[in-house]
Each structure stands twice: as C-alpha cells, then as structure tokens.
C-alpha cells in the first residue's frame, strides 16, 4: 500500500475516534453520517483549509510541514507514540517491498540471553518472529511446541501468530484482549518502521483474513511500542501467575526485541515461577 494511502488511512481512523464535545466544539448542523470529527470540524481545530486537508486523506499529497502536522496531531489529540508514526508516514516516499534475508541472532545477544539462565527470556525479530528462547520461555509461553524451531527459519514460531491464532496462547493469557492490542499496537508501529519489509505485510495480510478480530483492531491504527506490561497468566501444568513482560533492545540489532519476563518479589508468582523451572531443567 501506497505510504500516500497509509497516511490517510491512519488520519481517517484517528479523527473517528474524536467527538466534537472532546475537543470543545459544538458541532456541525445537521445529522452526523461518521463516527468522530467530519474533516470541516478538524480542519477548523488545525488551522488548515478543507481543500488541503482533504487531499491529504486522499493520498493527493504527503510531504506537510512540521507545523502543519504538529497542528493534526495536536487536534486529533495523539500521543506521542501516535504523533511520531504521523510524522514518518507523512515524510517517506513508498520504496520497493522486498524479501529480506532470514533474520539472525547476533552472538553477543545469545549470551545475553543465556546469561539470565533462571529468567523466561526470548528474542523476537522485527516481525514478532521468536529467533531464540532459553528453556525457561519456552515452557512458559509455549511448552506445545518444538524447542528447537526457532533455529530453523523455515519454522520458527511467529509471537503475533501464536497470540491470534494459537488456541493455546489464547489461553494461556487470562487478559487475553489486552496482550492482543499491545501486540497489534506494537505491529503497527513496526510496520510504520519498514514499509518495504514484503515478509511483514503478508503477515499483516495472513492475520487479516485469518482473524476477524485481529482485523479489526488493525483498522483502528493504533500506535503502541510493547515496553512492559504485567499479564495474568493461567498455564496448563502449574496454574494461574502474574508475569511481567520488559523489552530491551539489544545493541548490535535495534530491529529485535530481547523480552524478559519477571515476577514480583517474594510473590506467590514467583514460587510457581520456581517450580515450573523445576518442570523444565
């Protein structure tokens, strides 16, 4: 998809999701025919003219100055996350897609990785591929599954697969919605990154048609790095813990994700951590 459209796309999703009352507006006369701001009420809030703006949804133009997309963002209320992804598809042109090369783990990343041996710990390339898992992670988040996958390429478990259409990750998560609007949230975001990734769009394409729910947060664009977030977990061999899961982007790849899963302190989580380590070693 053209970045022209993905822009408009994005633009028209965000000022859905604005009411004329959220924004100090009394709106428009007449009976409303969309959801959220009509581009007459958001032009006016931004200081841009209905023409302009409406190319921009349009696709009919891309390249808007700072001011005027700091004035968008400012209208339709983004967060910083948000206001960011509008930037970057307001300033690149759509280059190529292409198939890129199968990711790889960068040596210094795996001893990291096994270097926090009593920690579930995983790798996950910049399409939510699972690259490495020590043993902990992987009795964790996907005991029904081959250990050895991630190092075939050809094999290798996808996160955003697993959470979408993995009956077994579904319930292996007790918020099961919330893990599933911070992995779309996160993909979109990504997706913002690498436009010419041909790989990641027919990810995106596969969850589309596959998953009407995935679909439909899709089509919300939401913009959500995946930094940390606490989960309530009920795992099939030794019940129900809270885990929090943290990012740290390794420094010799910045396109992968080294993901650390913790417990509280002294927690009844952290005793059934334990003994699902016991299980796994």
Known sequence: ?????????????????????????????????????????????????????????????????????????????????????LRELASRRQPPRTRPPAERVDPLTRDLLRSVGNTPALVLGRRTDVLAWNPLAHALLA????????????????????????????????????????VVGSLRQIAGHHPEDALLASLVGELSTACPEFAELWSDHRVRPCEAASYRLRHPLVGELTVTQQIVVPARSPDQFLVLVTTEENSRSEETLARLGAYAS
């Open 1 to 85: 998809m053209a970045v022209s459209m993905r822009l408009g796309e994005f633009l028209r999703a965000r000022r859905a999701r604005v009411r004329p009352e959220d924004v100090g507006l009394p709106g428009l006369p007449g009976r409303r025919r969309v959801a959220g701001l009509r581009r007459e009420e958001l032009s006016q809030l931004a200081g841009v003219s209905v023409s302009y703006y409406t190319r921009l949804e349009q696709g009919q133009s891309v390249h808007a100055s700072d001011g005027v997309l700091n004035a968008l963002a400012t209208a339709l209320r983004l967060d910083e996350h948000e206001h960011a992804h």
């Open 143 to 182: 005991g029904h599954l081959d250990p050895a996958a991630p190092d075939r390429p050809g094999d290798r478990p996808n996160l955003s697969r697993m959470v979408f259409l993995d009956p077994r990750t579904r319930d292996l998560y007790v918020d099961w919605e919330r893990k599933a609007q911070a």
